[in-house]
């Protein structure tokens, strides 16, 4: 495996549902990210996590929760969510140093829908 | 206010011409970097150029390269010798230093290159 990678590709899930996106890198990065992207708007990040502690949390409902085990896994999870969080979701990461700013590298996505 | 915008929602390009992608920013940083990526209806993020603050030259990576003007704050993504691959959306980001790890992504715009 190679990159960012990203699983399932896609989910669908009723309201009541819990389940958990996953986002490995491969690339030795130390920050990590979540992005929400809902058709016709621009991409919104939802969390970072950098050397596995979470660094903002632009102001996510609750009902999605991040976890970080270690640099190289991220994992959303997902529970009693409404049909507006269906989106695609994209994990990234990036080799961050300070006073320079390195380009993320993004998995494929998951295309979460909610019934 | 926005801080990243792309006035042009969607743009054809005939085969093998270039085309000129806009993208203007604001920040009050004085130090930060732009990118722009590309994404294919598959969804995956695709990093493809990058431009520093204080980069005295424009950006290029092969066929692509980034027309940057700092005194207007725009920083214009021109891709030569379009291909019928090139079809996608792109979207122009910014991170500043006063904002740490957050990507601003911008709107995005649609390109169709035709045969």
């Known amino acids: 495996e190679t990159g960012v990678t990203q699983t399932p590709r896609h989910l669908v899930m009723g309201m009541t549902n819990k389940k958990s996106l996953k986002c490995e890198q491969h690339?030795?990065?130390?920050?990590m990210y979540w992005y929400k992207q809902s058709a016709k708007k621009p991409l919104e990040l939802m969390f970072v996590?950098?050397?596995?502690?979470?660094?903002e949390n632009n102001s996510v409902p609750s009902r999605f929760s991040p976890e970080c085990p270690n640099s190289s896994h991220l994992f959303l999870h997902l529970h009693t969510l409404q049909p507006e969080d269906s989106a695609l979701y994209l994990c990234?990461?990036?080799?961050?140093?300070?006073?320079?700013?390195?380009?993320?590298?993004f998995g494929p996505g998951t295309r979460l829908t909610v019934l | 206010a926005q801080k990243i915008t792309q006035t042009q929602p969607g743009m054809f390009v005939q085969e093998k011409e270039a085309v000129t992608l806009d993208c203007t920013y604001d920040?009050?940083?004085?130090?930060?970097?732009l990118f722009w990526y590309k994404q294919p209806s598959s969804g995956e993020m695709i990093f493809l150029i990058y431009?520093?603050?204080?980069?005295?030259q424009n950006a290029t990576e092969g066929r692509y390269s980034l027309n940057f003007q700092k005194a207007r704050k725009s920083a214009n993504l021109v891709i030569s010798a379009s291909q019928l691959g090139d079809s996608a959306m792109y979207f122009c980001?910014?991170?500043?230093?006063?904002?740490?790890?957050?990507?601003?992504f911008g709107p995005g715009t649609r390109l169709s290159v035709l045969p």
């Open positions: 990234a990461s990036s080799q961050d140093r300070e006073g320079s700013y390195n380009e993320q590298f």
């Open positions: 690339l030795g990065h130390n920050a």
């Open positions: 996590y950098s050397l596995e502690e979470r660094v």
């Open positions: 920040t009050s940083d004085p130090s930060y970097g």
């Open positions: 431009q520093g603050s204080y980069d005295q």
């Open positions: 980001a910014m991170r500043e230093e006063n904002y740490g790890q957050n990507f601003v």
